[in-house]
Structures are given as structure tokens and as C-alpha cells.
């Protein structure tokens, strides 16, 4: 049979011994009839050894030899029969006898003659009814020591499954994840990671990565917005791939959201008030990704797009309004969206302008020099709260207006210090943040200042005596002059009436000497000497004299002569 060749031929090892017990099992020479059948174990001592096989369960044959057969002698064993059996040799020895009949053939015609051509199959008879015989005896006989056998190599595993798969980062065409490594890697290592992905709702995994990545992170890039992605991490080693770890979820293909926040700035913060006919451009930053929906409300309803432009970027929204009305005061509200989440701001925009006048004024009361007024608010306090008010009078004769109070806060007032027998008007300007009214109010009604029942008596002054005898107030110096050059003499002097002044040399009357000059004015009294000469020196007076007196003043002159030098006394 084909299956038994490599089982017989490991039994080719048999010891010398057994072979030679196995010689007397073949039929002996003298038989007629068999002869050549039998002679073929005697002249094929190659097929014994190279089946060693069958000749194994010769042990336990020789008592069930035919007793026709003699005892051969025993044929000495090939130099390759010494070898030692292996343990497979109770295995062959159940194998039938003409499973080697075959392999055995061609090794007998080179000792066998012509006729034993035969002899297989006198052997295959004999072999098939002492083959349990021998297995018996195969497995009773003792074996010798195997020698030990090297431990075979450790099976290749592969890992367990990577860990702690998570999102790192997504945008509009890519998503960003990271893992960690397998917790068991195993005597084979790890090669590297293989990264799939599918669309959710179907099952058609695809792997993303054309070789296998190293790190524990990886970028899947080159997707389609809005897709739902199912992601996964399979390990991959030399003895396969790992468990996958898988997202719990889909992934969204779209920028991760950052929490929308308006950045309103300060000055916004509280009331933002403009004049009527401004331009309000207010421009407000707000900070969220993607880029945020930004949405503007009025009072709680869409803006009026006629009277106001928004535009919005990335970064800011402004809010322009190109020529301001009072109609565009209000509550603004900015909103800004990313998804699902939203923040808003509020600004208070208001639009100011003069006030009007005070929708009347009245007289209430009219006494002495006093007259009480009293008005009431405007109609239009110019969209912001009134400050105060000014009041102005008029004298009818005049029609002059004049302000007698400004930045008044009430709404009465008493204007006092009115002229007896006179006639006033009276009028109110409002004021607010923006400035005074360009109208006021004025009364209907005209206050008249009555003179009343008491005569005026003035009192009588006695005239005062302004006379006065002459009084010298500054008096006469002495002088010292030199010859040639001219000199003055100065006094003053006071009395009522105008005292007359007369001056005097060495006590004789001056009068119109032309060498003199003689001034009088406003009390002050002057005596001009022109080029004086040696006799102009002495003492000189000034006597005042009026009705009730005289008075006079003296001063001494001097007139020196010029200095002459040496050279010119020689």
C-alpha cells in the first residue's frame, strides 16, 4: 500500500539479533515444492534489512513456523543491519506484509535466482496470519532511550486589541485620532496599526492607510463634510491582526464647535446715546468656530434693513446707521450661533436732540417788587430726560430780555428786584443733555410792579463849607545850581477859595521879571530861574493868600561857579 513506505523504512535500524531469529522463519531448502518461494529470504538479505518491518514480527513467529520447514542456519546480516530499531517498529510490525512487498522486489533479484519471483507472495500469506502475533510480542519486547527532543518553537500570537481610541481633533475634511498601546504585545512585537473606517449604517470597512502606522495617532484625511464616520484601530503583528477598538459613536465630518461669546465693549455696556443726524457705526467682536451665525433683533423684532446695515465677518459684526433719527433708538440684541449653542448681547441705542419749550408758563402772583411764576414740562423733552430750565424777563418799555435764572431745576420760581411802575414779560427755555430749547414759552400774562400810597421824602442835607485857608502841602527845598544853568523851585499848595500865589526874592515881589517863569496849576506852584547868575542866588518865598488866610514857604539857592582847570588858570 502507498501509505506504509516511510513507517517501514525507519524500521530499517533493527538490531542483528532479532534479524537472525527472524532466519529460521522462511521455508528450508529441501522443500520440493516451495523452494523458490522460500529461497528468496535467503537470497535477498537486503529486502530483510530494508524491511526490517516484517521481519520484526519474527520473534513471535518461530514456535508458529510450518513443521515441515527445517531450520536454516542463520544468514549473517548485512553491515546496515546493525543499526539500532526507533520506536515506530510495533507500529510497522501491524502493517500487512504486502504493504512492503513492493519496496522489497527490487532489492531481492540481486542475490535471488530467476525463480524467486515467486517468494513475495509465499511471504505476503505467512506475514498477514502472524501479524497480531507479532504486535504482541512488539509491544512486550523493551525499547531502548530516546534521545531528548528540543522544545518546539513558541506558536506567533497576535496582540490584544489597541485602547483608549478617542477623537483628538475634526474639521470640514479630516478627523484626528489617538490611541494607545495594545496592554499584551507578545513575543512576535508589534508591526504597526492599521486604521479602517465606514459610513454608519453600513458595514464596508476600509482600511485608510497604505502602510502600517507606527504612532498612535493618525490624521483621516480627504473626507466629505457632514459624512458619519464609524472609526477603528486593528494591531498587526506576525501572528495576525488583533480585536479592533472601535469609537463608541459615528464621528460627524465637521469643525469641532468652540462656544460662541460676544465681546461687547464697555462703553456699550450702558446706554449709548448720539445726536440726532450722527452717524453711529459701532462695531462688536464676538469669538466662536466655526464661523458663527450672527443674527440682530430690535425691541424684539428683525431690524429694519432700510434704516440699518450689519455687517459681519469672522471676528466682528458692526452695526451703521449712516444719518441717525430719533426712530432708531431702541433695545438692540446681537446673537451669535454655532450649532447648538448661542450667546447674546444687549445695547441700548439713543437718539437725542434739542428739547422743546415748556408746554406753558404762567403769572401765579404779583406782590410788592416780586412776581411767582409756574410751567409745566415740554411735550417733547428731545428723547432724553430735561436737565433744567432758563428763565428771562423783559421790561415792556425796553422789550430787552434779560436771564434771571439758568439751569434751574424746578418747575416755579419768584423773580424779585422788579422796578416800581414797571411793565415785565417773562419766558422758559428747556434743557436737556443736548443743549438749551431754540423756542421758549412765554407768558400771556404781563406782571406790573404798582408804585404805592407812601410819598418819598428826601432828606434834607445841609450844603458842606468847603472854605479853606491856603495850606502849603509840599514846601520849598533848597537848591544849589551853577552859573549858566537854569533851575526850578516846585511847592503845592491848597484852599478854598483858589488862593493867589506870589513869589518873592530876598522878600522883594518877583512880578513879571521875563528871567522868571511862573506856573500855577491844580495847586502846584512853580518858580523857573533861566541861565541864573551870580546875584541870582538868595532866599526866595512863595505866599499863598485868599479870603480867609495866607500862608507862605521859603527855600534858600545857591549858584555856584563852574569849575575851571589848571591849564586854562595859568
Not at 497480531?132 to 513558541?154: H, N, R
Not at 497604505?210 to 501572528?239: F, H, M, P, W
Not at 459684526?317 to 444719518?323: A, P
Not at 549858584?559 to 589848571?566: G, L, S
Request: proline letters at 12%; glycine letters at 6%; charged letters at 25%.
Amino acid at each position: 500500500m502507498p501509505s506504509k513506505p516511510a513507517p517501514i523504512k525507519k524500521a530499517a535500524g533493527k538490531e542483528p539479533a532479532k534479524k537472525q531469529e527472524a532466519a529460521p522463519e522462511p521455508a528450508p531448502e529441501a522443500a520440493p515444492e516451495p523452494a523458490p518461494a522460500e529461497a528468496a529470504p535467503e537470497a535477498a538479505p537486503a529486502e530483510a534489512e530494508a524491511a526490517p518491518a516484517e521481519a520484526a514480527p519474527a520473534e513471535g513467529e518461530a514456535p508458529a513456523a510450518p513443521p515441515a520447514e527445517e531450520p536454516k542456519p542463520p544468514t549473517p546480516p548485512p553491515a546496515d543491519a546493525a543499526a539500532p530499531a526507533t520506536e515506530e517498529t510495533p507500529a510497522t510490525a501491524e502493517a500487512p506484509a504486502d504493504a512492503a512487498a513492493p519496496e522489497e522486489t527490487p532489492a531481492a533479484p540481486a542475490e535471488a535466482p530467476a525463480d524467486a519471483a515467486a517468494a513475495p507472495a509465499a511471504e505476503e500469506a505467512a506475514a498477514v496470519s502472524e501479524a497480531p502475533a507479532d504486535a504482541e510480542a512488539a509491544e512486550a519486547a523493551p525499547e531502548e532511550p530516546k534521545p531528548p527532543t528540543p522544545p518546539p518553537p513558541p506558536p506567533k500570537e497576535p496582540t490584544s486589541a489597541p485602547l483608549d481610541l478617542f477623537v483628538e481633533d475634526k474639521n470640514d475634511t479630516s478627523v484626528s485620532i489617538i490611541w494607545s498601546q495594545p496592554e499584551i504585545v507578545g513575543h512576535s512585537g508589534l508591526d504597526g496599526y492599521t486604521i479602517e473606517v465606514c459610513k454608519d449604517g453600513t458595514e464596508d470597512w476600509k482600511a485608510v492607510n497604505e502602510e502600517l502606522q507606527k504612532s498612535c495617532r493618525y490624521v483621516i484625511k480627504n473626507q466629505t463634510t457632514g459624512d458619519r464616520l464609524k472609526i477603528r484601530v486593528v494591531a498587526v503583528n506576525a501572528g495576525g491582526r488583533s480585536p479592533p477598538v472601535a469609537l463608541p459613536e459615528a464621528v460627524l465630518v465637521k469643525e469641532v464647535a468652540d462656544r460662541p461669546k460676544v465681546r461687547l465693549p464697555r462703553f456699550l455696556r450702558q446706554r449709548y446715546v448720539a445726536n440726532v443726524g450722527a452717524k453711529i457705526n459701532l462695531t462688536i467682536p464676538f469669538t466662536g468656530k466655526p464661523k458663527p451665525v450672527v443674527t440682530w433683533t430690535k425691541n424684539g423684532q428683525p431690524l429694519d434693513t432700510k434704516r440699518v446695515n450689519i455687517r459681519s465677518s469672522d471676528r466682528d459684526s458692526i452695526l451703521f446707521i449712516r444719518t441717525a433719527e430719533r426712530e432708531d433708538s431702541g433695545v438692540y440684541e446681537m446673537c451669535v450661533k454655532v450649532e447648538d449653542f448661542d450667546d447674546k448681547a444687549s445695547l441700548i441705542l439713543q437718539i437725542v436732540e434739542l428739547p422743546g419749550p415748556p408746554a406753558s408758563v404762567k403769572i401765579v402772583d404779583t406782590w410788592g417788587f416780586n412776581v411767582a411764576l409756574e410751567w409745566t414740562p415740554p411735550t417733547d423733552n428731545g428723547n432724553t430726560e430735561i436737565t433744567g430750565y432758563t428763565i428771562q424777563k423783559a421790561d415792556k418799555k425796553t422789550g430787552d430780555w434779560f436771564t434771571v435764572l439758568e439751569h434751574y431745576h424746578r418747575l416755579n420760581a419768584t423773580i424779585s428786584d422788579l422796578i416800581m411802575g414797571n411793565t415785565y414779560k417773562f419766558k422758559v427755555f428747556s434743557e436737556n443733555k443736548c443743549g438749551i430749547s431754540e423756542d421758549a414759552t412765554i407768558a400771556k400774562e404781563e406782571a406790573k410792579i404798582l408804585k404805592t400810597g407812601i410819598e418819598y421824602k428826601p432828606p434834607e442835607y445841609k450844603e458842606h463849607d468847603f472854605s479853606e485857608p491856603p495850606k502849603f502841602t509840599t514846601n520849598l527845598t533848597d537848591r544849589a545850581t551853577t552859573v549858566g544853568y537854569s533851575t526850578k523851585l516846585l511847592c503845592s499848595v491848597r484852599g478854598s477859595p483858589k488862593p493867589k500865589v506870589q513869589w518873592m526874592k530876598n522878600q522883594m515881589i518877583i512880578g513879571d521879571d521875563p528871567k522868571y517863569r511862573q506856573i500855577c496849576v491844580q495847586g502846584i506852584c512853580s518858580l523857573e530861574i533861566r541861565r541864573p547868575g551870580n546875584f541870582d542866588g538868595g532866599v526866595y518865598s512863595c505866599k499863598a493868600k485868599n479870603d480867609h488866610g495866607e500862608a507862605t514857604v521859603s527855600c534858600k539857592l545857591e549858584v555856584k561857579q563852574p569849575a575851571v582847570p589848571d591849564a586854562e588858570k595859568k
